[in-house]
């Protein structure tokens, strides 16, 4: 059976979030059936965890195509390495939620294993297990190309930059129709800061550039903005969009996609 532990964060993903995932995937299958006749749309998803993400995209793809291929990315090994000292740093400064998953990783692939033999589209899925860099590598040597990435693997500034530039150089690209690449935990973007904080733009950008090895951190409000005064976010991902300015869609609920 399907297993959904509470403890290890399942049921991370909010209906507006869903949503907008949902309807960008949409869109893109609407463009692929209108120009790519009986070809097979490659889904590619880095990052698993249990699996809820997969089985929201699989089960529409599967519902929307005939021809279709789910390749899910994701090493379930430690991301944080104890015997380096700054990675040690990092793991004091993690979240509840980041610790307890990089301490069972091992478990949460076993349960995303099973989660996925329960699902209609199994069949026509397969799982990568190593870092996204090597994986990348390996499809771009069988020269395979996407319809459609959705990014949601480790969230820090050179990880998310490395998933984006190399993953988007194997899209499909042709000159009436491209894939597309998205992803997850956008929450806030640079040219919010002064809407949000009493910090200069070049100290807003120098705390980014600070915290680019966290995960994520929270910041100190001005006065009125919420009732803690505060505001949580992914440093690494505020600070890789805005040096990429205008090709990325922000949505409310965190969900991002690379403008076409």
């Not at 090597?134 to 500034?157: N, P, Q, R, S, W």
């Not at 998205?182 to 009493?198: I, L, P, T, V």
Request: a positive charge; hydrophobic letters at 30%.
């Amino acid at each position: 059976k399907e297993v959904k532990p509470k403890y290890l964060f399942y049921g991370q993903l909010q209906k507006k979030r869903e949503k907008d995932m949902l309807d960008t995937l949409n869109n893109q299958i609407v463009k692929f059936k209108s120009k790519k006749n009986n070809e097979t749309f490659i889904f590619v998803e880095i990052g698993s965890y249990l699996g809820e993400s997969l089985k929201l995209f699989g089960n529409r793809i599967g519902n929307e195509l005939e021809n279709f291929l789910l390749i899910s990315i994701d090493p379930y090994s430690e991301f944080l390495d104890k015997n380096d000292k700054e990675s040690e740093e990092n793991l004091v400064n993690q979240t509840k939620t980041t610790y307890l998953m990089n301490k069972r990783i091992s478990k949460i692939y076993n349960y995303f294993i099973n989660n996925v033999s329960n699902y209609h589209f199994k069949h026509k899925h397969f799982h990568l297990r190593m870092t996204s860099d090597d994986a990348f590598k390996l499809l771009k040597t069988l020269e395979i190309k996407l319809d459609f990435c959705y990014v949601d693997g480790l969230h820090y500034y050179q990880n998310i930059k490395n998933d984006y530039l190399n993953y988007s150089t194997i899209l499909k690209n042709e000159s009436n129709y491209s894939g597309l690449i998205c992803g997850d935990d956008y929450e806030f973007s640079f040219d919010q800061y002064n809407k949000y904080f009493d910090y200069s733009k070049e100290d807003f950008l120098a705390i980014l550039n600070q915290n680019k090895n966290r995960d994520y951190i929270f910041l100190k409000t001005k006065a009125g903005i919420n009732k803690k005064n505060k505001i949580g976010f992914h440093p690494g991902l505020t600070l890789f969009f805005n040096e990429i300015d205008g090709k990325i869609k922000r949505f409310d609920s965190g969900f991002w996609k690379k403008i076409s």
